[in-house]
């Protein structure tokens, strides 16, 4: 899946590969953010406290009761990528905090295992994913409720009697986080918001929306909110035992592999897709990927993406802990022994997280080194001995960490970890090594659409993926994932990796069905995969029904798969239409395309046919989808309001679906 979705920020993870889940420079971690990477990225992630850390190898228990009545509280999450659960555990310590309350997290994912009859004060946060929807693993939980982000906000339809009756007696609020740079900002927190009021729940204070990763506003909810909850406490009633806890231990049984157990993929095949010529940005290096299922159980569906869980550059992991030595009392760096961060995944041939890890491994494995956090800023200028440095510190935090202090956001996108520890490397000494570990970003897996399909290829998995290489501060830079498998991974290695459904990227449930297909650069690997599944199900019989729009710089540098796409066009399997915008004088794009042949897509789409877009939401996405309007307007005798709202009703309809990002 390649993704679509987040990102004009530092905090937004790119997924790469076509269409990626992901986003921009979270993955390739890359001041000049390269689209070819991928994704849309709703839901920031970063380091949780110290609190956060594992510090013995007996597992955890969940929801233990703590010991005296208390008001029970739920804090309910639906992530992506992790920011929502680390906004919930700071609302359940700001809860824990207040005497007589006594906050349970709990993720949209376990929905199941909650009784909402026996709740009473629930505070909710989820994060808008791609074109709009609600978190992956959120999705069965709005399905059961009937939260429908595509239904009319004033349609109260389908309210269920028995949902009502549970949900009445609840008090909610709702913190929406999303990223304003979608046009859907938040619509998966409104949604929800909107349905727990229409089943019938008192909301306890307005819903607050959050744009990326907006700290200052999402504290400043965290401690209205804590005000509101305690004043409900004498009107609530306490509870001396809880539910949660058995049904806790039930559900951590599983064993099948996933984000916390990832699948150990041996890789089959590695090719490149592009010349390289040595002329630096004309330059396109993009690899094909092939790893090997094995007896791993691993499904996926076309249309999802494959996490790959990545290992920093030791280069510059080596260079963080020649500058972190003077925070180790004693030994090597490298070796020194810390807790074993929470959202670390279980390696192969371990049974569980072990309690602690070396600390070379854990900035290989665990830190985001790029993406840093404004927190990291403000303990230097606190700690600082250097009033040049204080000065500098104090100016740039003045207007705050929120996202409107610009001069502090541009500082954050073009610096590493490695850039601030250099420029205030006479602080660093005067610094807890837990301090500054805990004001780091965790490293994220990262999303790449899968470009193979299992009835193609039943015991392999594909990744298109475009290399980032880019210079900052008058050094070369790597994307992190990317140059980790074009620089140090061969054939034959092994890749964590996991399987990240897509369920909002998806081919129409009739082969039959006509599809137009809109992939430039490493956009095109999902509908590689579409087209191989049609293929195997013996769909490729008219190429009018499987039309590919395919664009890049050059023909003959980096046309992505271009015997086997221009095979099948002259099979007449497929109809291909490509677009070189470097080739000739005028650039020409795959929306000039579509203008082109602005009849035969009208006569798709009011046929019944489906359109598929992946790629650059910034620019590519809304061209095509401004073409469309036009054709629509055109050739369907509409007006342009109209044909904007068929276009509304073709996505209503999952007939138009998207999977971009910035």
Known sequence: MSLSKFMPSPFKLALAGGAAFLAYRYFAGAPQYDPALGGRFEDLVEAPPEALFTNTKKKVERFVFPGSSVVPVLIFYGTEYGLSREVAVKIEEKVNSIDGLWGRVVDMEEHDMLEMDREQIVLIVTSTYGDGVPPTTARPYYDLIGADVMADPSDGAGIMDDAAKIYSHLKYSVLALGDSAYPYFCRAGRTMDRRWEQLGAQRIMPIVEVDQEDWAVMDAWIEKVGSHVAGLKASSVPRDNDYLHEKALVASASNGFGRKRPYYARLGVKSLLTKINGTGSEDKETIHFEFELGDSGLTFTVGDALALQPTNCPDEVRALLKLMAPLVSSGSADQHKIGTPSWHYIEDGQEDRPAKMALGDALSKCYDLHNLKPELLQLIKDKTKDSKHRQFLESL???????????????????????????????????????????????????????????????????????????????????????????????????????????????????????????????????????????????????????????CRHKEKDFLYKEALERLHEERKIELITAFSRDQQKKVYVQNRIAENAEAVWRTLSAGGHIYICGDAAHMAGDVHQALVYIAHTHGSMSEHDAAHFLEKMEKDKRYQKDVWF
């Open 397 to 551: 935090l003045a207007a705050g960490t929120g996202k409107t202090n610009q001069p502090l956001q541009d500082y954050l996108y073009n610096h590493h970890l490695v850039d601030v520890l250099q420029q205030f490397k006479n602080t660093i000494s005067h610094l807890r090594l837990d301090d500054v570990l805990s004001r780091v970003s965790r490293l994220l897996p990262r999303y790449y659409s899968i470009s193979s399909s299992l009835k193609h290829s039943p015991a392999t998995v594909s990744v298109t993926i475009a290399v980032v290489r880019y210079t900052l501060h008058s050094t070369v830079r790597k994307g992190v994932t990317s140059t980790m498998l074009a620089d140090r991974i061969k054939e034959g290695d092994r890749v964590p990796i996991f399987v990240n459904p897509n369920p909002d990227f998806r081919l129409p449930a009739s082969a039959d069905t006509p599809i137009i297909m809109v992939g430039p650069g490493t956009g095109l690997a999902p509908f590689r995969a579409f087209i191989q599944e049609r293929e195997a199900l013996g769909a490729l019989t008219d190429p009018a029904l499987n039309v590919l729009y395919f664009g």
